[in-house]
């Protein structure tokens, strides 16, 4: 599932990965039957495996840490999100754990640009060999824009939230599509070299119009999962995101 990222450049994994645009809340499944999900990801084509790692102390929930990322096979692309408040040795422990993607939230406190330079000169196993561990930073609804700016150049992706991590309020489609707008006006040129995902409660009737104005991936977890259906919540979230 992910041998094609080896010996590849930074640069060359970022467009290769824009071949998928859906990253699966693999949490959201029933851990029981984990096995069961991958087949259905495999069969699919489907390689990123979205983990949410939240300590409790940035936000009200406490999830799991990096080892449940270690739990995961090294054949799959794990994409790491750290919703923490201490995000350097929690990255550290995903990076061991195998993550290829890992994601800070520009609101932690610590510093964030050192944690992203630090993660730019790590490589992590993939099937036949290495490749570079792909950076993101994602932003809560409230968080300004221009809090991006001075760590573009440490990032490849940049992940825009629907809701504020560990509450309920979700941001109106409207309005995440102007923040997108005016976040594809702030990158300008530099829009090329980057990976825009959304994440947060999306609704498969809200994905289209993200995808039409601009972004590169969505992570869902609970909408994929959703009834015990994955394979067909799947064909329905595919055929949206990869028309034709």
């Not at 102390?57 to 990322?69: I, L, M």
């Amino acid at each position: 599932m992910n041998a094609h990222f080896a010996g590849l450049s930074r640069a060359a994994c970022v467009q290769l990965l824009r071949r998928y645009p859906l990253s699966t809340g693999i949490l959201a499944g029933q851990w029981l039957h984990l096995n069961d999900h991958l087949q259905v990801l495999r069969q699919r084509e489907q390689p990123l495996l979205h983990v949410d790692i939240m300590d409790g102390q940035f936000c009200p929930q406490f999830t799991v840490g990096p080892w449940a990322v270690e739990q995961l096979p090294q054949e799959w692309l794990k994409d790491a999100h750290l919703m923490v408040n201490n995000p350097f040795p929690v990255a550290q422990a995903c990076v061991a754990a195998g993550a290829h993607c890992i994601t800070l939230q520009a609101e932690s406190p610590g510093n964030v640009h050192a944690v992203l330079h630090w993660l730019g000169e790590q490589t992590v196993p993939v099937d036949g060999g290495e490749m570079p561990v792909i950076r993101g930073i994602s932003l809560s609804p409230g968080t300004p824009l221009e809090t991006l700016v001075p760590l573009l150049d440490q990032v490849e992706v940049i992940q825009l939230l629907a809701v504020n991590p560990g509450y309920g309020s979700k941001l109106a489609v409207p309005v995440l599509k102007q923040r997108l707008a005016d976040l594809l006006r702030l990158l300008g040129n530099a829009r090329e070299h980057k990976l825009i995902a959304v994440d947060g409660a999306l609704l498969l009737q809200d994905v289209a119009g993200l995808r039409a104005s601009g972004i590169d991936r969505v992570v869902s977890g609970s909408a994929l999962f959703r009834g015990n259906m994955l394979d067909k919540n799947l064909t329905d979230w595919l055929a949206v995101l990869t028309p034709g």
